[in-house]
């Protein structure tokens, strides 16, 4: 079954730049979607088709992706930016089947 | 406002099953594929699988195939999810979230409203 590849976990001081990573192999042809999760909510999407993000998302949240691997960035993280962060995606059966990845503990501190 | 909002916390035992319900209110429910996600206590995010509301249809990950069936309600605007033949394993929190289809593109979606999840716990 498709899979979707994420460290497990990011650190970086309050104002660096941190950079979570998803690989997969339907990469190239899917969007990667990417969900905050804080701890004991449902996740909120922070960014849609590979770089678009939603409204009331700050604009330090930006995505891209190249080949296989898919990109969150948290450009000047901040201390509320400390979640688990999932990438989602969909194999190319067509059949609307997903996958998330394992999620990236990120660690503002 | 768009609402999902799902029934309460669960106790089961081994080899039960369990239905957890999903409530939409704030627009039409048979325009949106609903989908279910579950998270184990301090684990990921695992996708289960969607009903189209519309139709009934259903299409449910590989791991759940035979074991998960997906409901719904058209009048009152209610999507379901049974789990069967739990297991502790399946102590879960149980999300049902909204799809928005990308517009011009196949298969490609996200997640835009999601419900408040329902734990289900799973012991002897």
């Known amino acids: 079954s498709y899979e979707l590849t994420q460290p497990p976990s990011v650190s970086v001081s309050p104002g660096q730049t941190a950079r979570i990573t998803c690989s997969g192999d339907?990469?190239?042809?899917?969007?990667a979607y990417w969900y905050q999760q804080k701890s004991g909510q449902a996740p909120v999407l922070v960014i849609y088709e590979d770089s678009k993000r939603p409204s009331g998302i700050p604009e330090r949240f930006s995505g891209s992706s190249s080949g296989t691997m898919a990109t969150l960035t948290i450009s000047g993280a901040q201390v509320e930016d400390e979640a688990d962060y999932y990438c989602?995606?969909?194999?190319?059966?067509?059949?609307?089947?997903?996958?998330f990845g394992g999620g990236t503990k990120l660690t503002v501190l | 406002q768009v609402q999902l909002v799902q029934s309460g916390a669960e106790v089961k035992k081994p080899g039960a099953s369990v239905k957890v319900s999903c409530k939409a209110s704030?627009?039409?429910?048979?325009?949106?594929?609903m989908h279910w996600v579950r998270q184990a206590p301090g684990q990921g995010l695992e996708w289960m699988g969607w009903?189209?509301?519309?139709?009934?249809?259903?299409n449910y990950a590989q791991k759940f195939q035979g074991w998960v069936t997906m409901t719904r309600d058209t009048s009152i605007s209610t999507a379901y999810m049974e789990l069967s033949r739990l297991r502790s394993d399946d102590t879960a929190v149980y999300y049902c979230a909204r799809e928005r289809a990308v517009v011009g593109a196949t298969a490609e979606y996200y997640f835009d409203y999601w419900g408040q999840g329902t734990l289900v716990t799973v012991s002897s």
């Open positions: 339907a990469l190239p042809k899917k969007y």
């Open positions: 009903i189209n509301p519309n139709s009934g249809g259903t």
């Open positions: 704030g627009y039409t429910f048979t325009g949106y594929y």
């Open positions: 989602y995606s969909t194999d190319s059966s067509g059949n609307h089947t997903g996958v």
